[in-house]
């Protein structure tokens, strides 16, 4: 069961005008939407580079890096930890975007729906 604190913000936030509360979620949308394009965009680069560089710059890639063809060493080795890297930034950011809106929603709340007590007031958390 969560918190009534969390609740009473819930609550408040359904009483919004389904005006602001559309607004809210196209804001929360679009910027998540060109956040997904920046990703995509940095991912397809080197997606469609690889080939594109065996193309024209056969010699270069067929160059041996440890064992390996530069391709290779690029597609198997690099591929992984590019892919891991976008996942982590996306996450982040987007766990960002959605703060920032929630933060802006708590704005538009009157001051008794807003709760007064922080997460980690609550559990203890970062107390010393």
Not at 6 to 33: D, N, W, Y
Not at 37 to 53: D, K, Q
Not at 63 to 75: A, D, H, P, V, Y
């Amino acid at each position: 069961m969560p918190p009534p604190e969390h609740t009473a913000a819930k609550l408040s936030l359904a009483t919004m005008p389904p005006e602001t509360q559309e607004r809210l979620l196209q804001v929360v949308m679009q910027r998540q939407a060109t956040l997904s394009l920046r990703v995509a965009a940095l991912f397809l680069i080197p997606l469609l580079g690889l080939p594109i560089l065996n193309q024209f710059q056969p010699a270069l890639m067929n160059t041996q890096l440890f064992g390996f063809s530069l391709t290779w060493l690029i597609l198997g080795v690099c591929f992984f930890p590019l892919t891991w890297l976008l996942s982590a930034y996306f996450v982040q950011k987007s766990d960002r975007i959605e703060a920032e809106c929630a933060d802006t929603a708590r704005g538009m709340l009157p001051a008794e729906a807003v709760p007064t007590v922080l997460p980690t007031e609550r559990t203890g958390e970062g107390q010393e």
